[in-house]
């Protein structure tokens, strides 16, 4: 059965500071890969998308993908209490529309 | 990205009873889904939406319980059907379109009593 694990956290990190999520997945030919952000209460919102190994920056987000160790992860740098929710991993096994299976999620508590 | 519409946001309702929850996007897009998340776990698919055919579900999941319909390419209806506090959950609408991200609608908190 493919599937991808979180850390459930909480991730404590102080205003300002870096933090790191982090997410492995049971399939090596896995294609795609996603990050989402899920305040409480509301529904999950994509931050970040990354298709093949290396970094992906976007702001103050970098995605960071190995295929070969199988991992994903998520950098928030100069961390802000707006951050605090949980972070849902996502794979997408194959190619094209294709379903989404989610990691159960690690909530990152960012302190003032 | 699409503008996806979910109602109703919120409902109780009694045990025994059906929930019809809409989505409605503001753009064709090939591929709807609905998702459940039950209270502090994650994202658990429930379904396919497929226009014009019988939505495909996952394993855990049947028809009889999550009736499905997508008559076009910008609607689609999920029923919770003879309710039971189990099904208190969060229903989320998701759409998938050009690069193959996915995106939520608002969900639909559920509470059975």
């Known amino acids: 059965q493919k599937e991808v694990e979180q850390n459930s956290g909480p991730l404590s990190v102080p205003e300002g500071a870096i933090a790191s999520l982090n997410c492995t997945y049971s399939d090596r030919v896995s294609q795609s890969f996603f990050w989402y952000r899920q305040y409480s209460g509301k529904s999950p919102e994509l931050i970040m998308s990354?298709?093949?190994?290396g970094d992906k920056e976007d702001g103050r987000f970098t995605a960071q993908l190995n295929k070969a160790s199988q991992y994903v992860s998520l950098l928030i740098r100069d961390s802000q209490p707006s951050d605090s929710a949980t972070y849902l991993c996502a794979v997408r096994w194959d190619s094209g529309y294709s379903t989404l299976t989610f990691g159960k999620g690690t909530m990152l508590l960012v302190s003032p | 990205s699409a503008v996806i519409s979910q109602k109703p946001s919120r409902d109780i309702c009694q045990r025994g009873t059906s929930l019809t929850i809409q989505c409605q996007v503001d753009?064709?897009?090939?591929?709807m889904f609905w998702y459940r998340q039950q209270p502090g776990q994650s994202l658990t698919l429930i379904a396919t939406?497929?226009?014009?055919?019988?939505?495909?579900?996952e394993s855990g999941f049947v028809i009889d319980k999550f009736p499905i319909s997508r008559p076009n390419l910008t609607f689609s209806t999920l029923t919770v059907s003879n309710m039971s506090p189990e099904d208190s959950s969060i229903y989320l609408c998701s759409v998938v379109e050009g690069s193959t991200e996915a995106f939520f609608g608002q969900g639909t908190r559920l509470t059975v009593v």
């Open positions: 939406a497929n226009q014009g055919s019988e939505a495909t579900y």
């Open positions: 990354i298709y093949s190994n």
């Open positions: 753009s064709q897009v090939t591929m």
